[in-house]
């Protein structure tokens, strides 16, 4: 007899409204089953596909393995599979229709031994949510129920094996019921080997498979040992005979054909292997381009099915069919991968929109972010809705609840904030005072995000996705709307503040922490200086007053004494931050170097300069401050949560990382010794050459390359001696002065928040993220800024190619500069150029085998001949006996260029014209000349910009303000819709709200 049930689901719409949809639910007493051992086979209807008599033990995978890790269950090897409805339909809600259709083939496929139950119709497996039980934690549990009940009804003759990827599942149900056996999935995958084959789990990274949990690295050589995977495909590797092993090229080139034209003989074998499965497709969506007129022509008759050529070199062409190949020629596109047929190179995939025109910055800014999969549309409606305001008819002000429970400092604290010209999410500030006592008081004081993003709100929920600020070369994409990251949230000089500080109590004459106060402050920061401005005060060159706007309307004898103040405030702090960073020093704390290229925009947004950033001490006082604050929250919130903590590690890197390194010091007579940071700091702070500046910051930049990345982790992941920071020389380090522009941020600081209350013993209003949750979290903040850092270095190289594109390298000035060796390579060398920030290869043999000849004249040509390369220099010797040697760290003077692409981005290319350095006499001449290229790079690519639009033919009607701004149509398109009905989940609340 049937039953009844109501099912209450809420749907979230579009405009942020939450709907309520009641859905009639019924219950079976029985429902197929599918075994076998079914004692009932005509009551349960057992007339469709049966599972096999000869297996072990039933497998039954919950919701995450299944969507996870499909491909895998996708293995004829894999026997007796259970799939649940609940886990079908996760999948479906998750991964969208395309997976789904996959499974659904899967099990429609008698070659394979699986079927599925729908355990959510049966009266005695369905169990509704429990009120404020998560949905993960729902879903987990009926699908262990069920498996209970499967195993009872085959009367307990066949072992059920649930499959999990929850540890706390494994824990909670892993002993509970005798003959049903909870375990991980990769303990399935070491316990039955069922593929001898499966090796290794790695990620595929372009040619080679990194960070495996049982083979540190693997070469995957050729498109053919891929196997249909992608870049960022999860792979499964099987390692080749070691006569078939391959090793690295030691030259410069661009594909794998370069290599085999160059004839250079690979580096030593290493261990080499051929994708044999793929664990996770991650497809995603690509830019590419649509070929020419004569490239759709050679491709065949059918030009509906045609070839498009990704952006990303690492992707293979992607299939697609569409009418339209003429019309989108000149056009930046983005498509989707749908499926790669086993008896297809190619895979096939479908057109999604228009991004711009090649070419066009806007374009081609647009291709940055899809590539690195950012999202820059605006904030809705309903997210705006949560924002507090602060408009002239209704200025928002400082509440008298918050007023009674923060620590005032307006009247007391000198508090001012230094940050580049032009900041205006201004998210940290400083002060420093002399005590009673005599002593000293540094504080450093945040901005109070938590206070206006309340958890799981609406904005919190988009921060989260978002995770950070996208700087790129021009522009910046916000984690959060402007009212808070340009207003409320922003310290900025003469207004009212929420804050978060930490301040410390120093003896006055060492310097040393006495004491130190976390709270919620309430603040009103004197000045927004920029750094140059207080680096001129520090300097005592006073002339710059002028140009700070608290200044100017003050008299005289005002003007004096808050002059004076301030002075001795960025003085103090200066001294300070000598000290700390001192402290840090002796422990091994590394000064690395990297190059960081700013654009200037004018008020018209257009660029008016490409500017290097120029180190000042006044930079180091804020890090300094800002590490300081940093270090001693970290120490705060792990000593109060020990287990559910978010720190930052950097672990030590792979000595074998350093090798270049060692042999380029060597060249120049110095010895690194990278056994420990304090080693190697002390060893780059003694590889001076008193003759050239470039070649510390060259070493430092080395150095900063054999480095891996510093990653968020969570306290309950890994032990105490692994939280260690070893750039910065520190046992603990975390993020927490910058919450405006990194969601770690403000998790961090509702972890001091709880970490305050409850040394206070008062009640925690948040509920924290459990380990589990907060690893997850982790790992896509991690996600996030790498995508945030490709996308800001490829956003300089843009601008980078911008400044020489369409200019004549034999005659522009412009294009010819200095530069220096920093690596040898088999066929040409690595080239850095410091008045650009540009870093390249030139090559010294062509692809024709010709090799580069300098002659006196300061020009150089190719001719026939070889080169000869040895540990720390290359000799070029052409066949008439001609002879030039270039040396690691040899000045030498190269052409600019931009070599162009249309399929992909336009690149940097270097060529050596002389062997001896690029001078020019006059210096002054120098200095105005460079002034003088600043101002042209705002003309040139202005221009070209202007010029691209102008001749642009309206063959698309897409010049909507919404599009040039958010690079899509306006409006509510159709896959946009689709997509995001993809995307909600449909939450069952009949059991927790009692409807």
């Known amino acids: 007899m049937l039953q009844k049930r109501e099912k209450v689901l809420l749907l979230r719409t579009f405009q942020g409204r939450t709907l309520r949809i009641v859905r009639e639910h019924y219950l079976r007493p029985s429902v197929p089953c599918n075994s076998p051992l079914c004692p009932q086979p005509a009551t349960c209807r057992n007339d469709g596909k049966l599972l096999s008599s000869d297996v072990t033990h039933y497998m039954i995978p919950d919701w995450k393995v299944v969507q996870d890790y499909l491909e895998i269950l996708e293995f004829p090897e894999l026997k007796g599979i259970i ?57 987990t549990r009926s699908i262990y129920r069920a498996a209970v009940w499967y195993y009872h009804h085959c009367q307990d003759k066949m072992p059920i094996v649930m499959v999990t990827e929850d540890e706390e599942a494994v824990q909670q149900y892993g002993s509970e019921t005798e003959g049903v056996f909870v375990i991980s999935f990769k303990g399935v995958l070491n316990v039955n080997k069922h593929r001898a084959q499966i090796e290794a789990f790695v990620r595929l990274q372009g040619a080679s498979c990194k960070d495996s949990g049982l083979v540190s690295d693997i070469l995957v050589h050729g498109m053919k040992a891929r196997n249909r995977s992608i870049h960022g495909d999860v792979v499964v590797v099987e390692l080749l005979p070691k006569n078939e092993w391959k090793g690295r ?42 070929p020419s007129k004569e490239e759709v022509q050679s491709q065949g008759k059918n030009a509906q099915k045609i070839l498009v050529t ?25 498509v989707r991968i749908d499926s790669w047929e086993s008896t297809s190179l190619y895979p096939n995939g479908h057109f999604v929109r228009v991004l711009g025109r090649i070419g066009d910055l806007e374009g081609e800014i647009a ?71 005599g002593n000293l008081e540094l504080g450093v004081h945040i901005a109070d995000v938590t206070h206006f993003v309340p958890p799981n709100s609406y904005i919190d929920i988009e921060a989260r996705t978002r995770a950070i600020t996208y700087y790129l070369a021009d522009r910046r994409y916000d984690m959060l709307p402007s009212i808070l990251s340009a207003d409320l949230c922003s310290l900025l000089g003469g207004v009212d503040r929420y804050a978060v500080s930490v301040i410390w109590e120093l003896d006055k004459t060492s310097y040393e922490i006495k004491t130190v106060w976390y709270g919620r402050t ?48 960025i003085g103090k702090l200066t001294e300070i931050a000598r000290h700390i960073r001192a402290k840090r020093d002796r422990c091994g704390a590394l000064e690395l170097e990297g190059v960081e290229i700013r654009v200037q925009l004018d008020e018209k947004k257009n660029i008016h300069d490409l500017i290097p950033r120029q180190p000042l001490e006044v930079h180091e006082t804020v890090a300094e401050c800002m590490i300081l604050a940093n270090h001693w929250v970290a120490k705060k919130i792990w000593e109060s949560f020990p287990h559910q903590a978010l720190l930052r590690q950097h672990p030590p890197p792979q000595q074998e990382f350093f090798s270049e390194l060692r042999e380029c010091a060597k060249a120049k007579g110095f010895f690194i010794d990278t056994r420990s940071n304090k080693t190697l700091a002390d060893s780059l702070d003694n590889a001076n050459d008193p003759n050239d500046p470039i070649v510390n910051r060259l070493l430092r930049s ?21 939280f260690h920071h070893y750039g ?84 522009e000035a412009r ?68 002879s030039v040697t270039f040396h690691l760290f040899d000045h030498v003077t190269v052409r600019i260029s931009v070599q162009a692409s249309r399929c992909h981005s336009d690149t940097i290319r270097l060529e050596i014209i002389s062997n001896k350095p690029y001078l020019i006499p006059d210096k002054e001449l120098f200095h105005q000349s460079s002034l003088l290229l600043k101002s042209d790079l705002v003309k040139e690519v202005t221009r070209s910009v202007e010029e691209a639009q102008l001749a642009q033919e309206v063959k698309v009607n897409v010049i909507q303000e919404d599009y040039q701004k958010y690079c899509q149509t306006k409006g509510r398109s159709l896959y946009t819709l689709l997509e995001e009905i993809r995307d909600l989940a449909l939450l069952d609340v009949s059991n927790s709200y009692g409807m």
């Not at 339209?324 to 983005?334: G, I, K, P, S, W």
């Not at 020389?729 to 969601?743: C, G, N, Q, V």
């Open 83 to 139: 799939f649940m409805q609940t886990a079908c339909q996760t999948l479906q809600h998750q991964r969208g229709r395309r997976q789904y259709n996959k499974l659904r083939h899967l099990l429609k496929d008698a070659r394979h031994d699986c079927v599925l139950f729908a355990n959510e119709f049966q009266q005695h497996c369905y169990h509704p949510r429990e009120r404020g039980e998560s949905m993960e934690k729902w879903q």
């Open 249 to 290: 090229t030691a030259a410069l080139c661009e594909n794998d054909s370069d290599d085999k034209a160059l004839g250079d003989p690979p580096s030593e074998p290493m261990p080499t292997g051929k994708v044999v499965g793929i664990l996770q497709k991650n497809w995603r969506d690509y830019v590419v381009t649509f």
């Open 310 to 334: 990704p952006w990303d070199n690492r992707i293979p062409k992607i299939r697609i069919s569409t009418q339209q190949t003429e019309a989108l020629q000149d056009f930046r596109v983005v």
């Open 367 to 437: 291709t940055i972010l899809v590539e690195n999969s950012i999202s820059v549309v605006p904030f809705s409606e309903a997210q705006m809705c949560e924002m507090p305001v602060n408009t002239p008819e209704n200025p928002w002000k400082v509440s008298p609840e918050e007023e009674r429970e923060r620590k005032d400092l307006r009247e007391t604290h000198l508090v001012f904030s230094i940050d580049p010209k032009g900041c205006e999410d201004v998210d940290d500030t400083l002060s420093v005072r002399t005590l009673a006592n």
């Open 522 to 569: 309430i603040i009103r920061s004197a000045y927004k200086l920029f750094y140059e401005a207080a680096q001129e005060l520090l300097d005592g060159n006073f002339h710059i007053v002028d140009d700070i706007p608290e200044f100017r309307d003050l008299d005289e004898k005002s003007r004096q004494a808050k002059l004076e103040e301030l002075v001795w405030a």
């Open 702 to 722: 080395m150095a900063t390359q054999a480095m891996s990345n510093a990653l968020y982790f969570s306290t309950g992941s890994c032990a105490e001696e692994e």
């Open 728 to 811: 910065l020389a520190l046992d603990k380090y975390t993020h927490f002065t910058s919450p405006i522009r990194r969601y770690s941020d403000i998790v961090v600081h509702r972890l001091l928040m709880a970490a305050i209350s409850k040394d206070k013993k008062m009640e925690i209003k948040d509920n924290l993220l459990s380990n589990k949750d907060l690893e997850e979290l982790c790992r896509h903040i991690n996600n996030r800024n790498r995508a945030a850092q490709h996308s800001q270095k490829q956003s300089t190289e843009l601008f980078q190619c911008m400044y020489f594109k369409d200019k004549d390298p034999e005659n």
């Open 815 to 882: 294009c010819i500069s200095d530069g220096v060796i920093y690596s040898i390579r088999t066929n040409g060398v690595l080239v850095f150029i410091p008045r650009f920030g540009i870093k390249g290869a030139a090559y010294l043999r062509n692809k024709d085998g010709l090799v580069i000849s300098c002659g006196s004249d300061s020009g150089s040509e190719w001719k026939p001949g070889s080169l000869q390369r040895f540990q720390n220099k290359i000799t070029s010797t052409t066949t008439g006996g001609e």
